[in-house]
């Protein structure tokens, strides 16, 4: 299901059926290093990956991870969307690429973007993002997006992290 349309991407809500996309970017160095182990070892932890995550996410706040596509070609690049954590007292959003497609603007065009969608469509006042503190990428995508650094949290899964937080007015 398509959700949103930028100049060069489509996001639309994961499925049971990007279990070998999901399976390839949760054991991307980058993501175990940033985001954490998930513990994705095949396809069929892929699958119960998206069950419990995005599409659990789906049913019970009508948000969640979206696959990011190229738009010329269909291609997967990678997620973004939100997230409703029991940790955080609003939702925060996230997002992570394949390694060949960094630095090319797709994580601004697309943080941008689901930033938006989640204040018009979802009606939130305001989203926070974590990020650890050395991963110097996400902290500028994050400041492009207007979110501003708010102060460093304790997170159980994780040690310390940055919150950053958005609040749209109006």
Same mark, same amino acid.
């Not at 948000?63 to 954590?85: H, N, P, Q, V, W």
């Not at 400041?143 to 994780?158: L, N």
């Given at each position: %299901?398509?959700?949103?349309?930028?100049?060069?991407?489509?996001?639309? #809500?994961?499925?049971? &059926?990007? @279990?070998?996309?999901?399976?390839?970017?949760?054991?991307?160095?980058?993501?175990?290093?940033?985001?954490? &182990?998930?513990?994705? #070892?095949?396809?069929?932890?892929?699958?119960?990956?998206?069950?419990? !995550?995005?599409?659990?996410?789906?049913?019970?706040?009508?948000?969640?991870?979206?696959?990011?596509?190229?738009? $010329?070609?269909? =291609?997967?690049?990678?997620?973004?969307?939100?997230?409703?954590?029991?940790?955080?007292?609003?939702?925060?959003?996230?997002? /992570?690429?394949?390694?060949?497609?960094?630095?090319?603007?797709? /994580?601004?065009?697309? @943080?941008?973007?689901?930033?938006?969608?989640?204040?018009?469509?979802?009606?939130?006042? +305001?989203?926070?993002?974590?990020?650890?503190?050395?991963?110097? +990428?996400?902290?500028?995508?994050?400041?492009?997006? !207007? %979110?501003?650094?708010?102060? $460093?949290?304790?997170? @159980?899964? #994780?040690?310390?992290?940055?919150?950053?937080?958005? =609040?749209?007015?109006?």
């Amino acid at each position: %299901m398509r959700v949103l349309e930028t100049e060069r991407l489509v996001l639309r #809500r994961l499925t049971l &059926d990007d @279990a070998e996309f999901i399976f390839r970017l949760v054991n991307e160095p980058a993501w175990l290093r940033y985001i954490g &182990d998930k513990h994705v #070892r095949n396809l069929d932890d892929a699958r119960n990956y998206l069950r419990t !995550g995005p599409l659990d996410m789906y049913q019970r706040f009508g948000f969640g991870m979206f696959l990011c596509e190229l738009k $010329s070609t269909g =291609e997967a690049i990678g997620a973004c969307g939100l997230l409703k954590r029991d940790t955080l007292p609003d939702p925060d959003i996230g997002y /992570a690429f394949l390694p060949e497609y960094w630095g090319k603007g797709y /994580a601004l065009e697309a @943080a941008s973007a689901v930033l938006k969608y989640g204040h018009r469509e979802h009606r939130l006042p +305001r989203i926070l993002a974590i990020t650890s503190p050395d991963n110097e +990428r996400s902290i500028q995508v994050l400041q492009k997006c !207007g %979110m501003h650094f708010q102060r $460093s949290i304790e997170m @159980a899964e #994780r040690d310390q992290v940055k919150l950053f937080a958005l =609040e749209f007015v109006g």
